[in-house]
């Protein structure tokens, strides 16, 4: 059996959605908690199929996990293996960011390379080269990345980084392995997103010295061991970006909390460009207030440029805007096969290389489609809600990886989605007889 999502289009959306806490920042928090040997606590963790699956890694390396509600407890005391199981790495990427914590706890780290995933290739050559700077011997053999400090102390040393290209999960690795490095770390072209400076402020409240995370430059001065903290991981701001399009492309007001506005702000202005007002109504809530959706051009960025998470959301948006817009994806080289998706919609969209012409039409038509990455589901959904009639949305998997209860908070805003039980075979089925494959 599989489930598949029923989205009826056209409701009215009204009311107030609570917004989980962040997918991204809770898996590399809960690397980061490697570092610490005392138990650390979690707040405000996401129930999502990744958090899980980091989970199982954590457990792989022997660390003890506790999990009750959006609680997590992280006893780290003791990392019985310097190996992450390959099979688990392989279904997580973020699960590689472990090599920093353990290289650093233990001298010693051995993770599979995560490999490549459906929006691209994405290496992790700029983490191997960051962690030999300071000063690991890093091998790939069979497939499995082997870092090491030689000599005694087993301790890295401090080092001057520059990043070729401000990778997320590279700053976040060598942040967290430079924290227990002996000397000085500065960490240049460093990513500047919300997750990074929430394991900045994670690492700090465990004793680390680091400062200028959310900057370019970001410096760190190890010290020899960290202690316990307890945490509260920041709101999703992707999540929020989320609703905020559902409330644009429904046509509804929609507000949301809690969630930290600057973190929104080049979603926030694109959501204006293209005609929708969004009110502050409190340090910590967000109200969209629709109008009628405007063209605009988007060319993802790192932060704080437009989020490559929040693009196929505002594709599915300007597949209904009354002009033309150019969307450009710069952040991964594969992030359009939701395109083919919104095609079957009724979308007008042409794509070359990875730029997309959207040509905006009055209406959506409901259609069986197959989510093909996480944030390309939610686009989905999306595109549901405002088309006329039945959207069948295959590949759930890949919306239970990063958006905590979509269908319910969705349905208690008004909208008319369920989750149906379908036989597997009777999806591949209509995959095949829609000229979709099943996979
Ligand atoms: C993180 C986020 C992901 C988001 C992305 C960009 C997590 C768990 N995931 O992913 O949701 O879409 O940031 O905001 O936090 N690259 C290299 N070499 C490297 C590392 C990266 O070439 O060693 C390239 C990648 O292939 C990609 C680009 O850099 O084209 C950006 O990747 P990166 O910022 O590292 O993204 P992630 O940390 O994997």
């Known amino acids: 059996m599989e489930s598949v999502l029923h989205v009826r289009g056209r409701s009215a959306l009204s009311g107030q959605v609570t917004i989980s806490g962040a997918k991204n920042a809770a898996l590399v928090l809960m690397a980061g908690a490697l570092l610490c040997p005392e138990p650390c606590r979690l707040r405000n963790v996401p129930n999502l199929l990744d958090v899980k699956r980091m989970g199982q890694i954590v457990r792989a390396l022997g660390v003890k996990l506790d999990a009750h509600g959006d609680v997590l407890d992280i006893d780290a005391t003791h990392i019985g293996q310097s190996q992450a199981p390959y099979e688990l790495v392989s279904q997580l990427r973020a699960s590689f960011f472990v090599i920093g914590p353990v290289l650093a706890r233990l001298g010693i780290a051995r993770v599979p390379l995560p490999g490549g995933c459906a929006i691209g290739a994405r290496p992790v050559d700029l983490h191997v080269r960051g962690l030999q700077a300071l000063g690991a011997d890093v091998q790939i053999h069979h497939g499995v990345v082997r870092a090491c400090v030689r000599g005694g102390r087993k301790r890295l040393r401090g080092a001057k980084i520059y990043l070729d290209y401000p990778s997320v999960g590279a700053t976040e690795t060598l942040m967290m392995a430079a924290t227990l490095a002996d000397g000085e770390t500065t960490l240049d072209n460093a990513a500047q997103e919300p997750e990074v400076v929430d394991l900045a402020n994670f690492c700090r409240a465990m004793g680390a010295k680091i400062q200028g995370a959310g900057t370019k430059t970001i410096r760190i001065v190890g010290v020899p061991r960290l202690h316990q903290a307890d945490y509260r991981i920041v ?53 969209v207030i629709p109008s009628p959706i405007e063209a ?144």
């Open 235 to 287: 709101p999703d701001r992707i999540e929020a970006g989320t609703f905020l399009v559902a409330g644009a492309i429904t046509q509804s007001e929609i507000s949301m909390s809690p969630v930290i506005p600057d973190h929104l702000t080049a979603a926030i202005a694109k959501l204006r460009a293209m005609g929708s007002q969004v009110a502050m109504d409190s340090p910590n809530t967000l109200r």
């Open 296 to 439: 605009a051009d988007i060319e993802t960025q790192p932060y704080p440029g437009f989020p490559t998470d929040m693009q196929a959301q505002f594709m599915a948006l300007s597949t209904l805007s009354n002009g033309n817009s150019v969307i450009t994806e710069t952040v991964f080289e594969n992030r359009l096969r939701h395109v083919a998706e919104l095609q079957r919609m009724g979308a007008d969209i042409r794509v070359k290389g990875n730029i997309a012409v959207v040509r905006g039409v009055p209406m959506l038509s409901g259609a069986p489609v197959v989510a093909t990455d996480l944030r390309a589901s939610a686009a989905l959904v999306l595109a549901g809600l405002a088309a006329d009639g039945k959207t069948v949305i295959q590949g759930l998997h890949h919306l239970d990886r990063g958006y905590e209860n979509l269908t319910e908070k969705l349905c208690r805003l008004g909208a008319d989605i369920e989750r149906v039980m379908v036989p597997s075979s009777e999806t591949a089925t209509e995959a095949i007889e829609s000229g979709q494959p099943s996979a």
